[in-house]
């Protein structure tokens, strides 16, 4: 045995804890060798020093303070219990979220059809459409008292018109062209035609592209206060907004339960007129307003949506329409006012006007109080 | 009602179905042990007396988790080796090792007495120092072999190491300890 061999097992041979043929194997290899018998001699002594550390006593009173501490807290459940803990805790936590995912993938899943179709009904539906197409094809928009919720219904029915749109049209906007065509040939008021012209059609669609996303509010709709104040598309002609002013006041309004409008939900305009009907207008409405709406330029490009108050009533009001116009085109849409009414007043809001460079930026909202002419 | 014959199997079955006072009889049992080993770990009292307060509140919270496959007694101590090498490797601690060596004689003398030594006190503090110096898995070895006598089939389970390593890790260890107190041996051979 060399000496390597021998200090590997030097601390075996310490705790006798070899066999007897290697204890004796080392007993010769130390007799032979001072090198591992100092070894084995160091060895020794650090065994014993440590050994002979003392034991001290733990400090007085540990147990009583584990034993406080122990009662104040809760065991921890051994393995099985926490797997059923967890499970008993978890599983009506997971059940109930399982629930709630279904419900929500239910309701989405039968909604889904008509998001479909409101998304391709504000990208597809003619901003320009008559809205007596809609009240020939759809008589549930008919009643709709406002602008929002009608575009479910409308939604509806573009998708009852074609089936499936989305599955049927090429290009939406193409569709809602198709649509609106026949559509508009079937216009029971040749007034509300003849503010359509075919080429009208088209602008409102170029102009409500370049955008935001909402549909234009429709030329001969009613509609309440309520609705958003500012439809951003330049979806009609000015001319023919201001054409349908010439409209023979006896047309009923459609909603006449609808007409008091709420102080509080009515938006605040830029600028309100007040005009008065030209008699000879009234005498022929339906040809002036067709012979109007032929020439008037539809660059201004200005939205229209009216409330009509109490059509049959004593009231001096007739109607009450309000117009969203691009500030380039105000003084157009002015002038074209004037030739159709008699501009009896015009105002702007004082507040309104101290910032308006600010509103240069955006389309101005006017609110036209149409009265009956004097005659 | 346990008492204190009852065996630590006995007492963690009655503490596993809730019986507190169990509890009790297993600290009174291994806190000498084990308080000792952390001591001796740490180098200081303090210290070792929280350690080891630590040590019994984790392992009564986790008595629950305890399948009864090891001693009691082994189970506790791989706690406490683990919580005071923990603690050891904690940098401030280690500062205040070397600042605590010299108050470590003072715990001592009160329970040496008056007869011990001024040599003897000196190589408890040498030992004490070398075995703060060493790593501590080679502290842990020579203590548990060399200072609680624990045997090799239990240091495997407890270091969850093969025997034969337990073997040739304590003698790396100690060769290691000898090391650092040869200076001792040196001078006091040429004193004998």
Known sequence: ?375 | MASESTSDAACVRRLQRGDINAYEILVRRHEKAIFNLVYRMLGNYDDAAETTQEVFLSAYRAIGQFRGDANFSTWLYRIALNQATTRRKSANLRQKMLVSIDGTDMVDDAQIGPAETLEKKELRERVQRALNELEPEDATVILLRDLQDIPYEDLAQMLKIPVGTVKSRLHRARQALKARLAAYFRAGRKAV
């Open chain 1, 1 to 375: 045995m060399n000496c390597q061999e021998a200090q590997l097992q030097l601390s075996g041979y310490l705790e006798k804890s070899l066999d007897a043929i290697r204890m004796k194997s080392i007993e010769t290899h130390l007799s032979s060798c001072p090198f591992c018998r100092a070894e084995v001699h160091g060895l020794s002594d650090c065994i014993r020093l440590v050994s002979d550390l003392p034991v001290l006593d733990p400090p007085a009173g540990l147990t009583q303070r584990v034993m406080a501490h122990a009662r104040e807290i809760e065991l921890e459940p051994r393995s099985w219990q926490r797997f059923f803990a967890a499970f008993k805790v978890t599983v009506p936590v997971q059940a109930a979220a399982v629930v709630l995912v279904s419900v929500l993938a239910i309701l989405l899943y039968q909604r889904q059809p008509e998001v479909k179709n409101i998304v391709f009904s504000e990208k597809a539906s003619p901003a320009v459409l008559p809205s007596n197409v809609d009240e020939k094809t759809n008589p549930a928009a008919k009643n709709s008292s406002t602008i929002a919720s009608e575009q479910p219904s409308r939604a509806r029915n573009t998708k009852r018109d074609s089936n499936d749109p989305l599955e049927t049209a090429p290009h939406p906007v193409g569709k809602a062209r198709q649509q609106s065509a026949p559509a508009g040939a079937s216009i029971k008021d040749p007034a509300v035609a003849a503010a359509e012209p075919e080429n009208a059609m088209d602008k409102p669609m170029e102009s409500r592209l370049a955008g935001p996303r909402r549909p234009a509010i429709q030329a001969q709709e009613v509609s309440t206060a309520s609705d958003s104040p500012r439809p951003s598309a330049d979806a009609l002609a000015i001319g023919a907004a201001i054409g349908a002013l010439s409209r023979s006041p006896l047309r009923p309004s459609p909603f006449s339960a609808e007409t008091a409008l709420s102080p509080l939900s009515e938006p605040i305009p830029d600028f309100e007129f007040v005009v008065k009907r030209r008699s000879s207008a009234r005498a022929v409405p339906d040809e002036a307003l067709r012979k109007r709406s032929e020439t008037t330029p539809v660059s201004t490009g200005a939205t229209e949506r009216s409330a009509a108050s109490a059509p049959s009533g004593p009231s001096p009001i007739v109607e009450i329409r309000w117009f969203t116009v691009a500030p380039e085109h105000y003084e157009q849409f002015r002038k074209e006012l004037a030739a159709e009414a008699i501009i009896d007043a015009e105002k702007s809001v004082a507040a309104k006007e101290m910032d308006f460079g600010l509103k240069r930026s955006r389309e101005l909202l006017i609110k036209v109080t149409v009265l009956p002419s004097d005659g």
